[in-house]
């Protein structure tokens, strides 16, 4: 069963579908290979490039309001992260999940490849 985020067990973070995309452990976001891909503080998701992609919310998912504007790039995101104990090797079955009106997106239906990309907001390398 999904715990609440910053317990030392795994949170398992999932899609609408009941896809299972990460891990959260101690505050830091694995993929299913422990590849570190992002981070939480409060309830606000981060990429491990520091930019903001929506809020986790009680049943695993990682949502935003469909209006909400962009926010700054997280001023001091962690670079790498501690290497977990270990990571689970499958998930449980998701939760129920409660069906979400027009105002609010579930990040990762809408862009599957979030994490896979670098925030469009870094300035260009020159």
């Known amino acids: ?3 609440m985020p910053g317990a030392v067990k795994p949170y ?3 899609d609408t579908h009941g896809d299972w995309y990460a891990t959260l452990v101690n505050g830091f976001i694995y993929g299913s290979r ?3 891909l992002g981070f939480v503080e409060g309830e606000d998701v981060y990429k491990r490039d520091g930019e903001w992609i929506g809020r986790l919310s009680k049943d695993g998912r990682i949502l935003r309001k469909r209006a909400e504007r962009r926010r700054e790039l997280h001023p001091n995101p962690p670079r790498t992260a501690p290497k977990p104990d ?5 998930a449980p079955l998701p939760p129920m999940m409660a069906e979400l009106n027009y105002s609010v997106v579930d ?3 809408e862009d599957p490849d979030i994490f896979k990309r670098i925030s469009d907001l870094r300035p260009d390398m020159d």
């Open 1 to 3: 069963m999904n715990k």
């Open 12 to 14: 398992f973070i999932f």
């Open 34 to 36: 422990g590849d570190y």
């Open 86 to 90: 270990r990571l689970p090797p499958r």
């Open 107 to 109: 990040v990762l239906d």
